[in-house]
Each structure stands twice: as structure tokens, then as C-alpha cells.
């Protein structure tokens, strides 16, 4: 194995040599989303192609089994398509990144086992990616210049994760949530309440023209009485609430207030992320933040924390939705940046499903 790892490095000189015009295949396949990038250096994506499984609508959820066979049948006819449309070959591509953790195991396993067979069949190399860490380099590919320090709120259907940023790679894990992600909660809220999933984007719609203070959800841990995890995030409470409510009322009610429900529970779930993110960054004194992750399509989060973050004289910075949601683009620029600072993977590169942040120790 040994052998067959010094097999699939690239020499540094030649890497260096290249470096301008690196060409990164991106594999992402962690949950739903059968994705691959073709990106030139840091920015030029030759080819981005991101397939969303419709397989799962009909169980209201993603169901594991369906999306890895989805993943299977999907993932190598659209490496080809990508490679088309980028008017390139399979032989042209210089390095392989592909999403290892976290996620549903079986979907990771289809990316890993095609990136580790396609970087054998052309001798490249390989890396790893974190997927909460590929959700923050997607700001790279439209704000290249972006440097740190930062706060980083990642939020996604598996992920609430808030970080500092020291500088890129360099990070601390401030707070992540204590139960159900954000996204998790929206999917839940619109099961329940008989929407289409996934369920932020039908929240999101169905919210448009509701009244936010129809009903007063509770606003999650909001005393500070428990300084050490003060960031932490918390989105099962927030969810029975809405479950309780819609128990005491008749059906008929809960269908004539539908926008009202859905606009006051996404007011509660986007004020949980708002405050603990201000709090963050008083408490650290940073000016800049990035919000990433699919919930970060959400435009009343969008647009309430660029709000208090321009009240305290900062910026945030957000990727475009298609960069929101999980695609290859991230994965590869996130590959290609560690690559550059010398690490590439071999074959005994391993799936995680619950593969941590990548903390600075
Ligand atoms: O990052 P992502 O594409 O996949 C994961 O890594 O989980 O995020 C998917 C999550 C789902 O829970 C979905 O409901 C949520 O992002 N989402 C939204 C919106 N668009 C997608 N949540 C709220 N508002 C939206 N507009
Ligand atoms: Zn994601």
C-alpha cells in the first residue's frame, strides 16, 4: 500500500510548476447532491455541474440507501460531462478533491471509491475534504481576496456550526448545535406542517406575506447564564413548539395561518443564528463574518445579519445560493488550497461520517 500511496503524489516541482494553472476535479456526494467541479486555478470554473436528487421528495426526507444507488448511477456520467464541457480530458485534470466526511457514509463512500479510482487510473493526487470546511471555502470563488480573521457561521441540514477564523485553515470551533441542525429543523417543520421538501425553500415561500409575530415561538437559550457554551445552538425546542402548537389548534386554522406559522418560526430560527452570531463578534471584537452552508439561501437571514453586522461598522459575506447548497465548486477549491500547503491523501484515505471540524489544536 505503502508503494501504491508515493504512486499517486505529484513531485513538488512540478506541482509548483503548474500551480497557475492547476486543474482541480471536485467530487462532492456527502448527502443528496451529486456534484462535480472542473476549476482552473483558484477561480475559473471550467465546469460545474450539481445534481439534486429528486428520489427523496416523495419520503419527505433523504432516505440513505436511495441517495448512495442515486449517487452510483449518477456521479461518473456527469465526471464525463463535466470533462466535455470543459473541453478537457480526463488526463488533464492535475488533482482530485473529494468530500470524505461529514455525512451519510454510504453516499461518501461512492465519491471516495471513484476519486481514489480515477486519481489511480491517472496517477494525480488526491485530497480529502472536510464538507463544513468546503462550506466555507465557497466564498473563495467569488471573493478570492477574502482574508481572515472572521466569524463563520455554517449552516446546513446536517451542520450549525460557528467559528473563528484565524486565518484560513487556522480555526476554532465556537459553538455547533446541541441537537437538530438549522436545516434539519426547517425539513421537520415543513414535513409536519404538510409542505414539499426540502423544507427550508417551501418555509421560505409559504413565509412570504405572514405575519412573524402570529405566533411568539420561544427564541432557544437565550440567557447567557451558561458562559461556556454560549454559542452553542439549540433547534429541537423550537420544532416541538411549532409540533405543540399546530396540536391545539383545529386543521382548518393551522391551513388559513399557514404563512403566518411558517414566517413566525423562520423569524424564531433566524433570530437564533443572528444573536448568537453577534455575540461572537462583540465578544471577539471582528468586524467580518461569512455565512455559508444551504440554509444561507434563507433572504430574511441573509438580509437581517448583513443588517446588524453593517449596524456594528463590519461586512458579511455570503456565496451566491448555487454556492450555498452543496456543490463540487467548494470542494475543490478547499482541496486545492491544502494541496498547495503540501498535503495530498493516498488510497487509505477513509470515509467519516461524523468527521469533526477541522479545529487547530
Ligand atoms: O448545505 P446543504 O445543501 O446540505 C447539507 O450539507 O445538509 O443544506 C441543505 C439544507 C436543507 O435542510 C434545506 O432545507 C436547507 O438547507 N435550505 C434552506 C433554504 N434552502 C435550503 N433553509 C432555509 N431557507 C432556504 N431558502
Ligand atoms: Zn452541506
Redesign the pocket.
Known sequence: MAGLIIFLQRDAEDSIEQKEKMLTLGIET??D?TSVAILEGETNLRAHIVLTQDEHIRYGGVVPEIASRAHMRTLLPIIWEALKRASCDLRDIDLIGVTRGP?LIGSLLVGLSTAKGLALSIDRAIVGVN?IEA?LFAILLEKPELEAPFIGLIV????TTLVEVKEWGNYRLLGSTRDDAV??A??KVAKHLGLSF????A??RMAEGGKVDFVRFPRPMSDRADKASSYDFSYSGLKTAVVNYCAGEKPEEIEAHLADICASFQSAAVEHLVRKSLLALDDLGVKTMVLA???A???L?REELSKEVENRGGTLHCPSPIF???NGAMVARTALFHYERGRSDGLDLDASANLPFPESR
Do not use: A
Open positions: 456527502s448527502c447532491e455525512g464538507h462550506h446546513s441540514g446536517g451542520h436545516g434539519e426547517f425539513d426540502p423544507g427550508g425553500p418555509i421560505e452552508g444551504g440554509v439561501r434563507n433572504r437571514l450555498c447548497t452543496d
